[in-house]
């Protein structure tokens, strides 16, 4: 005997509450999801922006066709989602068509010079360099930038609670995942040179200091990680391409060049991602510090600098400015 067509329709819809009930803030406190627990403890602003992070994480999830999101949402903001395996989708999110740029304190509003600091400045030199900001001119980045770029999360301590042991909190987890999605794609590329603009204070004390932006915490460490891993991954000879130690061009519209490259160097050496790369601590010190000396530079533009097409050509000049090819093919080697 059939069932009628009303039971056949409620039951329809009650599957469909249940699968999407796992990242539901409505759910049953007793729920085993931890990433929804640990939601519910968030402060208004920042429940609201990593709620909204969530549900369009999700969303390019499924749009994808890949199957079981909902853990590997989860995965997600473990920081433990493999970007080569379940995890293409994100991966595919964060690339860019363009070359990629990184930047650190830019807005619009109060305090921002024209031309200079905000983000249209931003935008607009991005273009002028034929690349392309991460974030948030990017699928992922859009995201992001859509729910705040996760901004009032920044002072909430339910989002530095650690999920499992091993993690180091939403929020944290989320940007180390992020950066990894955007380095990891330059990197598959073999993008030969990453420009990155920086309006950060050098001084831990300053409003608006370096050592609190996603760059520093995350995108350069991930550089280097990823400098470090292409290193180990397969010798120079012939047939194979050499490892990936793309020239990163350092803009400081500060004007400190000298404190923010010896501030660069030593987080690009010692941070907790860079830990993580298969090679002993010595080899990838030297492997790092080797690329840092060959292919770091910074060039300043202190006001009444602008960032126009004038400085722009200054800038391609700098990037034309690499080692020999034989000085590149002997240092892979070393």
Request: glycine content about 4%; proline content about 4%; overall charge neutral.
């Amino acid at each position: 005997m059939s069932a009628p067509p009303w039971l056949l329709r409620l039951l329809s819809v009650a599957v469909l509450v249940s699968a999407d009930r796992s990242l539901s803030l409505d759910a049953d406190p007793s729920s085993n999801n931890k990433l929804d627990q640990q939601i519910k403890k968030l402060t208004g602003e920042c429940r609201k922006e990593i709620q909204g992070l969530v549900t369009d994480l999700m969303s390019l999830c499924r749009k994808t066709q890949a199957s079981d999101c909902e853990s590997q949402i989860y995965d997600l903001f473990l920081a433990d989602l493999a970007l080569a395996q379940e995890g293409r989708w994100l991966a595919r999110a964060a690339r860019s068509e363009k070359d990629a740029m990184l930047w650190a304190g830019f807005w619009s509003g109060p305090g921002a010079e024209a031309n200079r600091t905000t983000k249209e400045a931003l935008f607009n030199f991005a273009d002028l360099m034929n690349t392309s900001t991460v974030h948030p001119m990017t699928q992922l980045g859009q995201i992001v930038e859509d729910n705040g770029v996760l901004q009032s999360c920044g002072r909430d301590q339910a989002a530095m609670e650690p999920l499992e042991v091993r993690d180091n909190g939403l929020l944290s987890n989320f940007w180390t995942m992020a950066s990894k999605a955007f380095v990891k794609s330059m990197a598959w590329k073999k993008q030969s040179s990453i420009v990155v603009l920086v309006n950060k204070d050098t001084s831990p004390n300053a409003e608006r200091n370096l050592y609190d932006s996603v760059l520093w915490k995350y995108e350069l460490p991930r550089i280097a990680f990823e400098v470090a891993t292409s290193a180990s991954a397969a010798p120079v000879s012939f047939g194979h391409r050499p490892p990936w130690r793309p020239q990163l061009a350092l803009v400081d519209l500060r004007g400190r060049c000298d404190v923010l490259l010896e501030k660069m160097r030593h987080q690009a050496t010692s941070s907790e991602e860079v830990g993580f790369a298969m090679m002993s601590a010595e080899k990838r010190t030297r492997v790092i510090q080797r690329w840092l000396k060959d292919r770091v530079t910074c060039l300043p533009c202190v006001s009444p600098c602008k960032l126009n097409e004038e400085f722009a050509e200054a800038l391609r000049e700098k990037l034309t400015e690499t080692p020999s090819i034989m000085r590149r093919v002997f240092s892979w080697m070393r």
